[in-house]
């Protein structure tokens, strides 16, 4: 296999195109020009066809990492199945995707740029921004794909802050200020399961406003 052309992209900086015979196109990063001695004209032996095919599929998911990291934070099982995902036409995984994908979350780990144990915590604190309870956070770590071993210290954390002022107002805009029977308050305090608290911290706000009806 022979090399007919190496330029960098005039669209993304640090980005540079090698052309195969056979009108062949591939995408690498500067680096691998570098590491491979890519140059026009070199004949690629079999092993040097196959590290750079390697080499820029590695890059393109590396770009294609970052892009996604970008916009959101990712758990690394997620970003995984993001970059391993098949695209349009491929009825299989390509040979080699997958291990670069590990590769690639790999150096973000080691990077800083994809942490679960961070990722974890954020996801709890913003369940709980949005008036959900620890058994709501769980399910959601499970849908984000959090490993399990994080989600005791993220739990933990999110519990440090007192509940009772959003359950409190939770359940004073649900009953509207009044008096509350059997039926209403089985409705806040379903509403409020579903919304992932725990029975003993409903009972408690309910209990808590039933208190100021009886102080009347």
């Known amino acids: ?25 591939l995408r690498v990063e500067e680096g691998t020009v570098v590491e491979l001695g890519l140059r026009p004209g070199l004949e690629l032996t079999e092993e040097q066809e196959a590290a750079l095919r390697q080499a820029s599929e590695r890059d393109a998911l590396r770009e294609k990492a970052l892009s996604l990291l970008s916009r959101r934070s990712y758990s690394r099982q997620e970003l995984l199945d993001k970059l391993t995902a098949r695209k349009k036409g491929e ?8 291990e670069a994908a590990e590769a690639v979350a790999g150096r973000l780990t080691e990077l800083g740029l994809l942490d679960d144990g961070v990722y974890a915590l954020a996801v709890a604190r913003h369940c709980a921004a949005k008036g959900y309870g620890p058994g709501r956070v769980r399910q959601e770590l499970y849908r984000r794909k959090v490993p399990r071993e994080y989600w005791e210290d993220a739990l933990a954390q999110g519990e ?17 200020g009044e008096a509350p029977d059997r039926a209403a308050l089985k409705r806040v305090s379903d ?26």
């Open 1 to 25: 296999m022979k090399l007919i052309k190496v330029v960098p992209s005039q669209r993304v900086q640090g980005r540079w195109l090698v052309h195969l015979e056979g009108e062949e196109l």
């Open 160 to 176: 440090e802050e007192d509940a009772a002022p959003l359950l409190d107002a939770f359940v004073a805009k649900k009953l509207r």
């Open 191 to 216: 509403a409020l399961a579903r919304r992932g608290y725990r029975w003993e911290d409903i009972s408690a706000a309910l209990e808590r406003y039933r208190a100021q009806f009886e102080e009347v």
């Open 91 to 98: 009825s299989e995984l390509p040979p080699g995707r997958r």
